[in-house]
């Protein structure tokens, strides 16, 4: 993702350098010919550019809008595994039932909570076709990796391996029904977002409709110096080319949103993103590890006085 306000103007031209280097080209050659070469009247009505232009605009405008929404929609939906992972951790933290400060409970909470930081890069990661697998290292243990190895999709064999633990809970009356089905239902929302990810990443925009584009754009830059030679002569050179590359950096960057998961400079940031929810998750957990240190040492110090039965007080 882009992160500086000022962009430099070699990233921008850079963008468009090949199509900058061929409409300049043309209209030198142009410009040539019509002047040494051709000596015969080929100017056409400025009418017929203006007209395709306008056309280009509309259907560009068009374009950029849908490819923003595109954009737009995989941002919120990584907005919503932000707020629906800390729903998550909050759930088990809070739910599972840990009377004892048991050190099976803490593994549970904590290994619970890697998991899902794990599944954030993992579906970050699976979304750029990057691998998936290099994520979890560190985050969950050898019997789970082995587990996920063997499922293609790996944020869903994640979700599978949240579930299992969630039924383990139940059976071991950790939590109760009800709250299985809360946090049941939060992972089911996850799912949900992973599925709209997928969605947007799988629906290739219709590449008729980008063809189109770039051939009535094309026969607009081809008509274009004849229509401006008459009149500018040699300065219609960077004109037609200022022009034409006003164009296709909206072209360009139409095509850039219209694929928020293309590893590129203007996609979703994913990674940061899932770097935030880490932050996020750890600090809930140490804080409520924390809590329940303090609540345990304040128990071992607040140890009961035993008195005998027939003693006596004396005020």
């Known amino acids: 993702m882009l992160l500086k306000k000022r962009i430099p103007m070699k990233y921008v031209l850079g963008k468009i350098k090949v199509e900058i280097a061929l409409v300049l080209a043309y209209t030198i050659l142009f410009e040539i010919f019509h002047h040494y070469f051709i000596n015969l009247p080929v100017d056409i009505p400025i009418a017929i550019p203006t007209m395709i232009g306008t056309i280009i605009s509309l259907l560009l405008a068009f374009k950029s809008n849908q490819a923003y929404d595109r954009w737009w929609e995989a941002r919120i939906v990584w907005g919503a595994i932000v707020n629906d992972s800390r729903t998550l951790i909050r759930q088990v933290l809070t739910f599972y039932k840990d009377p004892d400060f048991s050190v099976k409970a803490s593994e549970f909470k904590e290994n619970f909570a890697k998991r899902q930081i794990a599944w954030c890069y993992s579906l970050g ?28 999709n790996i944020p869903n064999a994640i979700l599978m391996l949240h579930a299992r633990d969630l039924r383990n809970a139940k059976n071991e009356k950790r939590i109760n029904m009800y709250q299985q089905v809360e946090i049941d239902n939060t992972l089911s929302r996850l799912c949900d977002e992973m599925g709209k990810c997928e969605r947007i990443k799988n629906t290739i925009f219709p590449t008729t409709y980008s063809m189109y584009i770039r051939l009535t754009l094309c026969l607009f830059i081809f008509l274009l110096p004849f229509g401006l030679t008459s009149v500018l002569s040699w300065f219609a050179i960077p004109l037609i080319t200022a022009i034409s590359g006003a164009f296709f950096l909206i072209e360009r960057m139409a095509i850039h949103l219209q694929d928020p998961f293309e590893n590129r400079p203007s996609d979703t940031p994913v990674t940061t993103i899932a770097n935030t929810i880490e932050r996020n998750i750890k600090q809930m957990l140490n804080e409520y590890q924390s809590e329940f240190d303090i609540i345990k040492e304040f128990d071992l110090k607040d140890e009961p006085v035993k008195v005998e039965k027939d003693a006596y007080f004396v005020l």
Do not use: F
């Open 125 to 152: 990661q699976a979304l750029r076709n990057k691998d998936a697998i290099k994520p979890l290292e560190g985050l969950v243990s050898e019997e789970e990796l082995r587990y996920i190895k063997n499922h293609q």
